[in-house]
């Protein structure tokens, strides 16, 4: 039985990713950003542990962690947790730019930090959810590209420095894929939503089992999924 940190587990691909391993037998704690969302975690997803932790405040996530029980092993880490806001580069304010950075980027980079211990006991997995804007960048979408890509090069990293410690990292790039960030960049975009169009989030949670469970001689790196409709 594995134990799985992950952010994000309350829609969407994380949600999915969190019932396929609960359904397994594992052993998950999830990142919640307050006391009344980690109710509503517990409730989704019966039997899971929970954590409190902003990920839009990164530089309190020690403190947070201090006044909470942590796993003493984990099997791995799931970044799946994001934030958007669309604008144009002559729009963006600074609060936009924080608001992104410090959700997609710093907190999974200070997460991972302080869960390394962790990871190495088990050399265990640290999988980023990326996104397809991590590898091009498109009009209104700078602040958010830019996490992204920000996030490509911290999984990168990583990987050349925990190598040793047997640490696997792995990227997953999903393109447009049916969550509640899909809907929400539909209306900022003030287009018509139809889920029917992208990619399912349990054919993205399909493809982190396969890299999590992928035998110890080989690592997936950067795995990209397209819609297929």
Known sequence: M?????TGAGSGIGAAVARRLLARGDELVLLARDAGRAKELAALHPGARTLVGDLGNPDRLSWAFAQQSLPERLDSLLHIAGVVELGRVGDLTPKAW??????????????????????????GHVVFVNSGAGLSAHAEWS????????????????RHEEHENGVRVTSVYP?????????KVHRQEGK?????????PESVATTLLMALDLPRDAEVNDLTVRPGR
């Not at 393109?175 to 809907?183: C, V």
């Open 175 to 183: 393109g447009r894929t049916a969550s509640p960030m899909q809907a």
């Open 98 to 123: 924080h608001f992104q950075l410090n959700a997609n980027l710093v907190a999974p980079a200070e997460l991972t930090r302080l869960f390394l211990p962790q990871l190495r006991v088990a050399q």
């Open 2 to 6: 594995s134990t799985h940190l992950i």
């Open 143 to 158: 602040a958010y590209a830019a996490s992204k890509h920000g996030l490509k090069a911290l999984a990168d990293s990583l």
């Open 192 to 200: 018509e939503y139809d889920a029917s169009r992208f990619i399912d």
